[in-house]
């Protein structure tokens, strides 16, 4: 089974802290996901990463920054917190096979950050 | 324009009653998939059903099933016989061929009343 986790289910920070979210997968996946979630907003990409190193900007990017040193692991990082950026954060992963347009992205159980 | 469009901010269904959650796209590129997504009050985003562009027939997983109708864009995820463990938010997602996005839409939260 593909397992992707992430560090933290819940986070309480506070304004002008700097954040890390970490997150992990074991399948060799060539792709991870940052998501963020609000109600009535569905899911928005924050950044995503096609392969170590590699970063693309999704919707949403302002205020937040990501690092990818290491295949399995994407790190979602909040240079100086502010209390929008309260929400829930799901990372995502997924392989690259371009012919499997049938696999899903696999999601991580989620991170509820309040900044206060 | 919204790749994807869900209009059904909430939905109530009876027991054992079928239920369909509408979901519209949109996209130019004549290749692309399909997804749908529970999420639980937990968090955790469950796969449940892919369509891809050039099935020629409806998905369908246990008890779900996806009504695709191409020529409308739509792809609605019909859920017979439901049951209390429904009650959820529902996510429909898009892919094109080319691209490594997903597009979501915003979401549909299923109530299954006893």
């Known amino acids: 089974d593909v397992k992707v986790t992430q560090s933290s289910r819940y986070l309480v920070k506070r304004t002008g802290e700097k954040v890390f979210l970490e997150c992990v997968q074991d399948m060799d996946h060539e792709n991870m996901f940052w998501y963020r979630q609000d109600p009535g907003l569905g899911l928005r990409l924050i950044y995503f990463s096609y392969d170590v190193k590699m970063k693309e900007?999704?919707?949403?990017?302002?205020?937040?920054?990501?690092?990818?040193?290491?295949?399995?692991?994407?790190?979602?990082?909040?240079?100086?917190?502010?209390?929008?950026?309260?929400?829930?954060?799901?990372?995502?992963?997924?392989?690259?096979?371009?012919?499997?347009?049938?696999e899903t992205q696999y999601f991580g159980p989620g991170t509820r950050l309040l900044v206060l | 324009a919204q790749k994807i469009t869900?209009?059904?901010?909430?939905?109530?269904?009876?027991?054992?009653?079928?239920?369909?959650?509408?979901?519209?796209?949109?996209?130019?590129?004549?290749?692309?998939?399909?997804?749908?997504?529970?999420q639980p009050s937990s968090g955790e985003m469950i796969f449940l059903i892919y369509q891809g562009s050039y099935d020629q027939q409806n998905a369908t997983e246990g008890r779900y099933s996806l009504n695709f109708q191409k020529a409308r864009k739509s792809a609605n995820l019909?859920?017979?016989?439901?049951?209390?463990?429904?009650?959820?938010?529902?996510?429909?997602?898009?892919?094109?061929?080319?691209?490594?996005?997903?597009?979501?839409?915003?979401?549909?939260?299923?109530t299954v009343i006893p």
């Open chain 1, 57 to 102: 900007k999704g919707d949403i990017p302002e205020g937040y920054s990501v690092s990818r040193e290491k295949k399995e692991r994407f790190s979602l990082i909040l240079e100086s917190a502010s209390t929008n950026q309260t929400s829930m954060y799901l990372c995502a992963s997924r392989s690259q096979a371009f012919t499997r347009k049938q």
């Open chain 2, 6 to 38: 869900q209009t059904q901010p909430g939905m109530f269904v009876q027991e054992k009653e079928a239920v369909t959650l509408d979901c519209t796209y949109d996209t130019s590129d004549p290749s692309y998939g399909l997804f749908w997504y529970k």
């Open chain 2, 78 to 110: 019909v859920i017979s016989a439901s049951q209390l463990g429904d009650s959820a938010m529902y996510f429909c997602a898009m892919r094109e061929s080319l691209g490594n996005q997903f597009y979501f839409g915003t979401g549909t939260s299923l």
